[in-house]
């Protein structure tokens, strides 16, 4: 009996990529993240949505410690997140993010930009870096612009691009902070589609979106915050359909039927 659950427990521990426990950050008198307990397992996609200000950036952030948190638990495949120096550096490259501003290195090119990462944090020597860089963007379909700035691609080619220089690092999960709210419409899609891709090859990720196509269509679940706490979650269809909560309730009516 007591074999049997230690069994389990240990099959659980090994599914799990991404933990918080009783996570809270404050800024000032703001709570901004209130016991916020969420657990992704490897290869789960999940998306977050809610009202500005709801602590999804914050959330995000304080997985790959851009914030550090004032109690509670944090871990990345099992260890605790490290607090400063080498150790950092390697958890902010298992940890790939891709923000709403490109934040591409705008004195390198394109492939200098997914090459450095590898060489500087994962010692990878300069012929593999720039083959992996090669491939990966053309995987996101910017192999032709290897070679120029980034001020001379459009937004959903850069944005593709900051996906690629995450992805060079190996990261165990992506996270993604609203990266298409800054594109035109029309470059909307091809980022997604990159993302799409992504998932259906089984990344970790954790979207901050409003793209609810994109939910809908690639989150195994979808977490809903408000006020700094995790109101609801419930895979895509469910809470789309039939949310529990009035703030998803009004949530969705606000951004459905606009
Ligand atoms: N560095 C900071 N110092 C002080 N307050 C902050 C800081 N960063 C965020 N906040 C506040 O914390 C709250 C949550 O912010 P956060 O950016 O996490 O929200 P969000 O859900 O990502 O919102 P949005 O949808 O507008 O991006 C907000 O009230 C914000 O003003
Ligand atoms: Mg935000």
Redesign the pocket.
């Known amino acids: 009996m007591t074999e049997v659950s230690v069994a389990k427990d240990a099959v659980a521990a090994t599914d799990d990529l991404v933990v918080l426990k009783s996570v809270n950050k404050h800024?000032?008198a703001?709570h901004?993240l209130q016991d916020i307990d969420l657990t992704i397992a490897k290869g789960e996609v999940v998306v977050v949505i809610?009202?500005?200000?709801?602590?999804?950036?914050?959330?995000?952030?304080t997985i790959n410690r851009l914030?550090t948190i004032d109690s509670g638990d944090i871990t990345i495949d099992g260890k605790p997140l490290p607090a400063e120096g080498k150790a950092l550096a390697r958890l902010r490259a298992d940890v790939g993010m891709v923000f709403?501003s490109f934040n591409l290195f705008a004195h390198k090119t394109v492939l200098e930009n997914v090459m450095l990462g590898q060489i500087k944090v994962r010692k990878t020597d300069k012929a593999k870096a720039e083959e992996k860089a090669r491939a990966l963007l053309d995987r996101v379909g910017v192999g032709t612009q290897a070679d120029k700035y980034p001020a001379q691609l459009s937004g959903g080619q850069q944005q593709r691009v900051a996906i690629a220089r995450a992805l060079a690092m190996d990261p165990k999960v992506m996270l993604f902070?609203?990266p298409t709210s800054a594109l035109d419409p029309e470059m909307i899609n091809e980022v997604l589609e990159v993302m799409q891709q992504l998932a259906r090859d089984g990344m970790t990720m954790i979207v901050?979106t409003h793209e609810m196509g994109f939910a809908r269509s690639a989150a195994n679940r979808v977490v809903f915050?408000a006020d700094?706490r995790i109101v609801e979650e419930a895979v895509p269809d469910q809470f789309f359909s039939n949310p529990r909560s009035d703030r998803a309730k009004d949530f969705l009516s606000k951004i459905l039927h606009h």
Request: charged share 20%.
């Open positions: 800024f000032g703001l901004v809610g009202p500005s200000g709801s602590g999804k950036s914050t959330l995000c952030r914030e709403q902070d609203e901050v915050m700094g």
